[in-house]
Nanobody
Framework: QVQLVESGGGLVQPGGSLRISCAAS????????MDWYRQAPGKQREFLAR???????NYADSVKGRFTISRDNAKNTVYLQMNSLKPEDTAVYYC??????????????WGQGTQVTVSI
């Protein structure tokens, strides 16, 4: 059974930095891409960043230049380095993985989310 587990969320002051992680576990044959999303209260889930297995990245305009996605393929882990955080970055952050597991069906998996709060 594939699981995605996020970690590293917490409370940070405006202008601060935080790095969150997401580790995929289980029998995984290939991870094609891993994404980060976030959802603030009363808002729709928002795409933030993607990284492919080859290392190609793309970002939402709202975080471009402030957030950096990276990946450790050996650990099946994706990271999101968040700098210059603003109160409007407060949200639950979710990771998503497009992967092929032991059932040989390629599908998306979601983590349970980690809370990031930007406040004084």
């Amino acid at each position: 059974q594939v699981q995605l587990v996020e970690s590293g969320g917490g409370l940070v002051q405006p202008g601060g930095s935080l790095r969150i992680s997401c580790a995929a576990s289980g029998i995984i044959f290939n991870i094609y891409a891993m994404d980060w999303y976030r959802q603030a209260p009363g808002k729709q889930r928002e795409f933030l960043a993607r990284i492919t297995s080859e290392g190609s990245t793309n970002y939402a305009d709202s975080v471009k230049g402030r957030f950096t996605i990276s990946r450790d393929n050996a650990k099946n882990t994706v990271y999101l380095q968040m700098n210059s955080l603003k109160p409007e970055d407060t949200a639950v952050y979710y990771c998503n993985a497009d992967l092929l597991s032991k059932d040989l069906v390629r599908r998306d998996y979601w983590g349970q989310g980690t809370q990031v709060t930007v406040s004084i």
